[in-house]
């Protein structure tokens, strides 16, 4: 099956600093991404469709200058969590829905997700 | 806006037994439902996908049915192993190919020996 990574899978940063998480589709393109985020017992949340070639979409309630999307190429899109706060400690996962040529199907495979915890 | 109700936090069973795991939609008529499998600190894995016009659909151990009438998809995995341990998650499509899901907070599984 198509596979999609995640990196890092674990970051550990001080309040106030960036970070960047990286989605990568290894075997297939994706022209969409998404972007969800999910906390302890929780369910995931979707925060943005990250689109290639043009701005990322966000979910109601998610800060697109908090959190930047850029979706570089049909393999890559990276979320930068920008001055990050202890509140923005969650694990994040991103997702693309498989594709076959010009064909779309409905499933979605999804990276492996980032640990972020921010001191 | 819609909602997804999976109604068991948890179920523990017995290996060999069948898990019957219940998702509940409101306001909305999803044109297909999907069940995904999550272990701990792993992003979900996508087991079966059932479209409105399907009543049940099975793999391998797995059988999902769809009733739209009553908004509700169950998903049964027979003979359960203790490897079939994980949060299984209900996600809705909201229309077409290659769209975000909406999910469910999930049921934990424990089958044990």
């Known amino acids: 099956g198509a596979v999609v990574s995640q990196h890092p899978s674990r970051v550990i940063c001080k309040s106030g600093t960036s970070v960047k998480i990286e989605c990568r589709s290894l075997?297939?393109?994706?022209?969409?991404m998404f972007w969800y985020r999910q906390f302890p017992k929780q369910s995931l949340m979707l925060m943005a469709t990250?689109?290639?070639?043009?701005?990322?979409?966000?979910e109601q309630g998610v800060e697109k200058d908090k959190f930047l999307i850029n979706h570089a190429s049909l393999t890559l899109s990276t979320l930068t969590v920008t001055s990050a706060h202890p509140e923005d400690s969650s694990f994040y996962i991103c997702?693309?829905?498989?594709?076959?040529?010009?064909?779309?199907?409905?499933?979605?495979?999804f990276g492996p997700g980032t640990r972020l915890t921010v001191l | 806006s819609q909602k997804i109700e999976q109604n068991s936090e948890a179920l523990n069973i017995q290996e060999g037994k069948t898990a019957t795991l219940t998702c509940n939609y409101t306001?909305?008529?999803?044109?297909?439902l999907q069940w995904y499998r999550q272990d701990p600190g792993r992003g979900p894995v996508f087991l079966l996908l059932?479209?409105?016009?399907?009543k049940e659909k099975r793999k391998e151990r797995l059988k999902v049915t769809f009733d739209t009438t009553l908004k509700q998809s169950l998903f049964h995995i027979t003979a359960s192993q203790p490897a079939d341990s994980a949060t299984y998650l209900c996600?809705?499509?909201?229309?077409?190919?290659?769209?975000?899901?909406?999910f469910g907070k999930g049921t934990t599984l424990s089958v044990s020996s």
């Open positions: 997702s693309a829905p498989r594709t076959s040529g010009i064909r779309s199907y409905n499933e979605q495979f």
């Open positions: 075997d297939f393109q994706a022209t969409t």
């Open positions: 990250s689109n290639e070639g043009s701005k990322a979409t966000y």
């Open positions: 306001n909305y008529s999803p044109a297909y």
């Open positions: 059932i479209r409105e016009n399907e």
């Open positions: 996600a809705l499509d909201t229309n077409q190919a290659g769209t975000a899901l909406i």
